[in-house]
Nanobody, 118 residues
Framework: QVELVESGGGLVQAGDSLRLSCVVSGGALSTYVLSWFRQAPGKERKFVAD????????VYTSSVKGRFTISRDNAKNTVYLQMNNLTAVDTAVYYC???????????WGQGTQVTVSS
């Protein structure tokens, strides 16, 4: 069974940057699509970005394009989310998810809190 562990969240000020990490274990990472979601207080969980581990193809939600970058390190079984120019709207719990194809999420991490003060 695939296990995901996120890290890198914290409290920052508007305009700052953070890099989230998602370490994956228990699966053939190269066959997966790894995704980042976020859930703001009182709101539903929403897609942020994903990356195909075999070829690095990336998809972003429109609100983070140009500010967030998803990347992978297959040797370290890790996916990253570099977040720049953060705003209060980015405050949320960020989750990593893994699945065999886009839109299919077989495993989820426990999440890491990102809080941006304005």
């Amino acid at each position: 069974q695939v296990e995901l562990v996120e890290s890198g969240g914290g409290l920052v000020q508007a305009g700052d940057s953070l890099r989230l990490s998602c370490v994956v274990s228990g699966g053939a990472l190269s066959t997966y699509v790894l995704s980042w979601f976020r859930q703001a207080p009182g709101k539903e969980r929403k897609f942020v970005a994903d990356i195909r581990m075999n070829d690095g193809f990336k998809v972003y939600t429109s609100s983070v394009k140009g500010r967030f970058t998803i990347s992978r390190d297959n040797a370290k079984n890790t996916v990253y989310l570099q977040m720049n120019n953060l705003t209060a709207v980015d405050t949320a719990v960020y989750y990593c998810a893994a699945g065999p194809e886009r839109g299919t999420y077989a495993s989820w991490g426990q999440g890491t809190q990102v809080t941006v003060s304005s």
